[in-house]
């Protein structure tokens, strides 16, 4: 069912480091994007796989986790993800993907949980430094990192109004609570 994947599909930041991901399932994973829409079917997204563990540590040091929880500094060792996927684009087409990559993102995602793992997106990430640890080539322009392991967090949705507090946080049992509108409230005109 779809909709016990997109509920189960949270964002994870926290996971069994030692549980690894085989770069064969993060192929499956792409696998999966190759039948997604795109704008102009024009495929310009590349897809950078990362599963070697000197090669995730060095990643790991480029990316900003958990912009709410600002006393956090990201998953200590041990918790780290076990893989990444690198979403490139075309350099020259960079500006126009932001949709294909969205689409490219959750269905990554999406098959990740069905796997048995889980992820985050990260966007807040250093280009620069990415770009010259894995030897990027000007053509190609770095969009986002998704994270992926096996989550060790639990996660839970809150129900919240429109006008509420939209942060997640985490409680005294490190459980991440989420905050999301209810559905009534997504509905255009429907939402007063
Ligand atoms: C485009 C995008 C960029 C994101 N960038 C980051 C990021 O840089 N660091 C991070 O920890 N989480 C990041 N996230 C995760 C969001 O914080 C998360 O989706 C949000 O808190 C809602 O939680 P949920 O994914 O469990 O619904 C990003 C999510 C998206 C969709």
């Not at 969205?102 to 949980?113: D, E, F, M, P």
Request: glycine share 6%; charged share 30%.
């Amino acid at each position: 069912m779809v909709k016990e994947l997109a509920k189960k599909n949270r964002s994870y930041r926290r996971f069994y480091e030692d549980r690894k991901i085989k770069r064969e399932q993060l192929v499956d994973m792409i696998d999966c994007v190759r039948y997604t829409a795109c704008g102009g079917n024009k495929q310009t997204l590349r897809f950078l796989l990362v599963c070697d563990d000197k090669e995730s540590e060095k990643l790991f040091s480029s990316l900003q986790w958990a912009g709410y929880l600002p006393e956090w500094d990201g998953p200590v060792e041990g918790e780290r993800p076990s893989a990444y996927i690198i979403l490139l684009s075309e350099a020259a087409s960079a500006n126009a993907t932001n949709w294909d990559e969205g689409i490219a993102a959750q269905t990554i995602l999406l098959a990740a949980v069905e796997m048995g793992y889980g992820g985050c997106i990260l966007a807040n990430i250093d280009r620069n430094t990415i770009v010259s640890d894995f030897a990027i080539g000007s053509d190609y322009a770095v969009k986002l990192v998704i994270a992926l392991g096996v989550p060790k967090e639990e996660v839970v949705i809150e129900d919240i109004s429109y006008g509420d507090d939209i942060r997640y946080y985490r409680d005294a049992n490190q459980v991440h609570h989420v905050p999301k509108l209810k559905t009534q409230e997504l509905i255009y005109g429907e939402d007063k």
